[in-house]
């Protein structure tokens, strides 16, 4: 019986994105015992999965702790895994498997090393494109276990899951409302993730006029009181419902299962409705790499949008331009007007939702 473990101490999305890795290896290794190690606070997209036997929850900030870190090694190196995965590849993780004694230890290759330093077996470079709709983030994934391991292509699973109990399904918080509900992710997960808040307020203007539907606000909830002033400068109050909010990622799960889509700024929640198969409508950050966040769109139940589409000659070719951006994106963002979205955004919502009679 084989030991695996997973690491992948990032977000939410990224969490989510690398539970195809276990997906996968549960193919290869039926009888095999897959442990995942995660931020605590990212728990809520894995739990359940039958493909995860156990969940190694550790805290970001403690795990900084020299004696945290250790400690966490040495109860990882008594576990005696057989392979380690490591999509993570940060300092922590590579301590961890250079520790581990583990034979097989597969980690993605940094760039600017070479020859690659001794933390894994297998450095497995990056896709220099992505040539499958999943994105290239889940691509470069399941290219680690495809590179060391065999497994043939047409049982690959490349579409991350979230798994809810019997009891779980029975969410009923919408239940006496008589229409149906869309979520908006009116914040990103972080201020380089998120639209103008006059952006966000002329969408979600113009969704509550033409469409016949309730509105969930979904944001984190440290961001409650800039939540709050996006929902004071609505005109349609009456179709937003604010009192109905969810403060841990379980339960945006069991919300955003009873809701019909997600409109939002890219990051975990898009990644969390598209595990349940919950059409999006996706806002990209002029900073983030389209190529590798968009996964599965069709231009029907998946769809986005992304500034370098829009007005491409705003991008220079310069290297670090990506991260010049990250550091003050807010004059890009702001040339992603309501103006440039909302003709994308209605052929989306015109494929899913009623109009207003």
């Excluded at 970001?60 to 590849?89: H, M, Q, W």
């Excluded at 019997?166 to 509900?181: A, I």
């Excluded at 016949?212 to 419902?241: G, M, T, W």
């Excluded at 909010?245 to 379980?250: F, L, W």
Aim: charged share 25%.
């Amino acid at each position: 019986m084989k030991k695996i473990l997973v690491i992948q101490n990032k977000r939410i999305g990224d969490v989510l994105i690398a539970s195809v890795i276990a997906q996968n290896m549960k193919k290869i290794y039926p009888d095999s015992l897959i442990d995942y190690l995660v931020y605590d606070y990212t728990v809520g997209v894995i739990k359940n999965n039958p493909n995860i036997d156990t969940i190694i929850a550790v805290n970001d900030v403690e795990l900084k702790k020299f004696g945290s870190l250790t400690s966490l090694i040495n109860k990882l190196r008594n576990t005696k895994y057989d392979i380690i995965f490591d999509p993570y590849a940060k300092l922590q993780s590579r301590l961890i498997c250079l520790s581990s004694n583990a034979p097989i230890r597969i980690g993605f290759k940094k760039r600017d090393k070479n020859p690659p330093l001794p933390f894994y077996s297998h450095n497995i470079p990056f896709l220099k494109t992505k040539t499958k709709n999943c994105g290239k983030a889940i691509e470069d994934r399941i290219n680690m276990v495809t590179s060391v391991f065999d497994i043939d292509e047409t049982i690959i699973d490349y579409e991350p899951k979230i798994f809810l109990t019997e009891k779980e399904q029975q969410y009923n918080k919408l239940e006496s409302y008589n229409k149906p509900f869309i979520m908006l992710g009116v914040l990103g997960s972080t201020p380089q993730k998120s639209m103008p808040y006059e952006y966000i307020v002329e969408l979600i203007n113009y969704i509550t006029k033409t469409y016949d539907v309730n509105v969930l606000f979904n944001y984190a909830p440290h961001q409650k009181e800039d939540a709050l002033s996006i929902y004071e400068l609505c005109a349609d109050k009456d179709r937003i419902v604010i009192d109905i909010y969810e403060d841990s990622i379980r339960g945006f799960v069991k919300l955003m299962n009873k809701c019909s889509l997600l409109v939002g700024n890219e990051g975990g929640t898009i990644h969390i409705s598209k595990a349940l198969n919950k059409p999006t409508f996706t806002i990209f950050s002029p900073y983030v790499l389209k190529e590798h966040w968009a996964s599965f769109e069709d231009g029907k139940k998946h769809t986005s949008i992304h500034l370098l589409e829009e007005k491409p000659n705003l991008f220079s070719t310069e290297r670090d331009e990506r991260r010049k951006i990250e550091e003050d994106p807010s004059f890009m963002y702001r040339q992603l007007t309501p103006d440039l979205i909302l003709p994308k955004l209605e052929v989306f919502l015109s494929h899913h939702l009623k109009k207003n009679s």
